[in-house]
């Protein structure tokens, strides 16, 4: 049998922006899935999203309500939501509560209830909420563990056959995972997690089980809004680009004779580590890259975190740089990502959003340090991985991308980042004080390049009123990278005859 | 919620009246008051259940009885019903339908604010599709 003989499985639209992406394009039409997690986590406002993007009048969808939130609450709170469709309500999407049947009568009268009205109404999407608490109900009554098991397989039978695709809601712990007939029965298992850290809530999502297709693994964040779920894929809207650019020329910093330092200028795809102690000139660089590029006709994006756009722009004219024309233009963006309780992941999606809304060839994030203060604490434990995961996905697609981070000076050694993200920049450049003759000098290297060779040269500099400005190689001096160097003594002359 | 009592009060005296000129059918409450809120019964315990619809009812009979003291008398059960009207005969005069109507405008208004207008329009037409007709009840697309 070849590929062109299997089941196409449709797949529908969840109405959560990044959802589709984590299950692998969305749910598959006609399975039977749990959402599951802990109260207030956002399971009944999942369903609901689902719902308003799928319910149709000819293919509705049957809300059915049991012991759990009252509809009457329910309906009132999830009106706040834009979602919420009005036009929608009694047409294409219905209310049923089946409390008094889950009280009054047993697992059969239940299933009877379900069954009648899907035969009724012929609807697309069906979700019971809260799921739980049927459950509840019949241990409590005494029913065998294979009653319930049989009322499980017997729902998801029906429903499957009737061409529904089924949600049925529940608060679970994780460690009802094994062995419960719910989660064996279903095609997928959607898990929503929520913990306060500190004076943040953090709160992710994972697709434990899906039936049929691949779903990017893993925690993936997610924000209630008052638009509704937003999830952050890690994938950030990058799949499928695995294939590195192929464009192999050199982009100039604005610097020329830090390019001729750098053998030509930053390879295309690169990315570029400027690190070096307060006060050295790193964002001075880092303006002087972008200011470049835009000379250049390219379209460039700076995310900042220290400073806000206008003052940075202030800053980019006072070094004789026209930014605010060029954010004008829409070549460049200046994004200031500094909310409370911002997600790595959410950060992130921004700056992708943007950069592939520019088109952008070089991004400048200024700077780490400022990066991660911004995050809520409980996703700073993730700002490593997540700045790997995003630095890999935009220079694949041939993002030049230069960050700055500030390190702390040390006399007795080079730091390169405090970070210990090296590993993830392919050219390092370090700037670093040196004192000289009673005198705080600047000094600049090239620490590291992956795309081939470079100077090896320290280079004193200067910020001057028009960006630095490299000078000679300091020449006379050893122990230079220590900040501390000693006159070097002259070299040796010609032997003189014995 | 822009909610409109007038049309609220139209709506409600559309069913009051719809309810005073129907047949009486055996084992039906008489009383138009009981029929109108009966027929509301069918969707809104469908939606939130008969101990929802009971909790509404109650309210909107509370609120009621402020301005209409003939309802004094009433009590809403368990499962929802209106208990408490004269046995007989049938009151149908205008002071007895004009409390009904407060009542029904009560619940109806209770209604919306919780679910909204355009579900509160919806369901009521389920059982009064006379109300698409009527000048005085808004169009799903207007405000109640």
């Known amino acids: ?498 | 919620m822009s909610t409109s009592p007038s049309a609220i009060h139209a709506l409600a005296r559309l069913l009051i009246s719809e309810a005073a000129a129907q047949s009486e059918a055996p084992g039906t409450d008489p009383n138009p008051t009981a029929r109108a809120c009966a027929r509301l019964a069918t969707p809104l315990i469908k939606l939130v259940g008969e101990t929802g619809f009971a909790s509404l009812l109650s309210r909107a009979l509370s609120i009621a009885k402020r301005q209409a003291p003939l309802l004094e008398a009433l009590h809403v059960q368990p499962n929802g019903s209106l208990t408490g009207f004269p046995q007989t005969p049938v009151d149908t005069t205008a002071s007895t339908l004009d409390a009904g109507t407060i009542l029904v405008s009560e619940l109806l208004g209770l209604l919306g604010m919780f679910v909204g207008e355009s579900l509160t329009l919806s369901l009521v037409r389920e059982v009064c599709p006379s109300a698409w007709s009527n000048a005085d009840v808004p169009s799903t697309k207007e405000s109640l």
Do not use: C
């Open chain 1, 1 to 498: 049998m070849n590929r062109q003989d299997t089941v196409n499985i449709r797949k529908l639209k969840t109405g959560v922006p990044g959802l589709d992406e984590i299950l692998g394009g969305g749910l598959p039409e006609f399975s039977f899935n749990i959402i599951a997690g802990a109260p207030g986590g956002g399971k009944t406002t999942l369903a609901h999203q689902i719902v308003f993007a799928n319910a149709t009048p000819e293919r509705p969808a049957l809300f059915f309500t049991v012991l759990g939130e009252p509809a009457l609450k329910m309906l009132r709170y999830q009106q706040q939501f834009e979602f919420f469709d009005q036009a929608k309500l009694n047409t294409a999407i219905r209310f049923i509560n089946l409390s008094s049947v889950v009280l009054e009568q047993d697992l059969g009268a239940v299933l009877a209830a379900i069954v009648k009205e899907v035969e009724a109404t012929n609807p697309g999407i069906v979700v019971v909420d809260s799921f739980r608490t049927v459950v509840r109900k019949v241990q409590s009554a005494g029913a065998a563990d294979t009653e319930l098991q049989g009322f499980i397989q017997r729902l998801a039978l029906h429903l499957t056959s009737w061409q529904a695709t089924t949600f049925l809601i529940g608060e679970y712990v994780e460690a009802e995972v094994r062995d419960n007939p719910v989660f064996t029965v279903a095609d997928g298992l959607f898990w929503l997690f929520q913990h306060v850290e500190r004076n943040s809530i953090v709160r992710k999502m994972q697709v434990m089980k899906l039936r049929g297709q691949a779903s990017v693994p893993g925690l993936h964040t997610f924000r209630i809004t008052e638009a509704g779920l937003q999830a952050f894929p890690r994938t950030f809207g990058l799949t499928g680009r695995d294939e590195r650019t192929t464009d192999d020329r050199r982009l100039s910093t604005g610097i020329p004779d830090l390019d001729v330092m750098l053998n030509g200028g930053i390879p295309v795809g690169d990315s570029v580590l400027v690190a070096g102690p307060s006060g050295t000139g790193k964002s001075v660089l880092a303006t002087q890259f972008i200011s470049e590029g835009l000379r250049q006709g390219e379209s460039a994006i700076v995310a900042v975190f220290e400073e806000r756009p206008q003052e940075y722009a202030t800053r980019a004219s006072s070094l004789g740089m026209d930014f605010e024309g060029a954010q004008k233009d829409g070549s460049l963006s200046i994004l200031y990502l500094r909310p409370l309780d911002l997600s790595v992941d959410e950060t992130v999606r921004e700056i992708i959003d943007e950069v592939k809304a520019k088109g952008a060839k070089r991004l400048v994030i200024d700077s780490l340090a400022g990066f991660e203060m911004a995050l809520a604490p409980g996703f700073r434990t993730d700002f490593r991985e997540s700045l790997y995961r995003m630095i890999g996905a935009l220079t694949r697609i041939g993002v030049t991308i230069l960050t700055t981070v500030e390190v702390e000076e040390s006399f007795t050694e080079l730091l390169y980042s405090t970070y210990s993200i090296s590993f993830l920049s392919d050219d390092i450049i370090r700037l670093r004080y040196v004192e000289i003759d009673g005198q705080l000098r600047k000094v600049l290297m090239i620490v590291k390049m992956r795309g081939g060779d470079h100077s090896k040269d320290i280079r004193e500099y200067e910020v001057t009123p028009v960006g630095l400005q490299v000078r000679d190689r300091l020449r006379g001096y050893r122990g230079l990278v220590t900040g501390v160097p000693e006159i070097a003594p002259p070299p040796p002359g010609p032997a003189e005859p014995v």
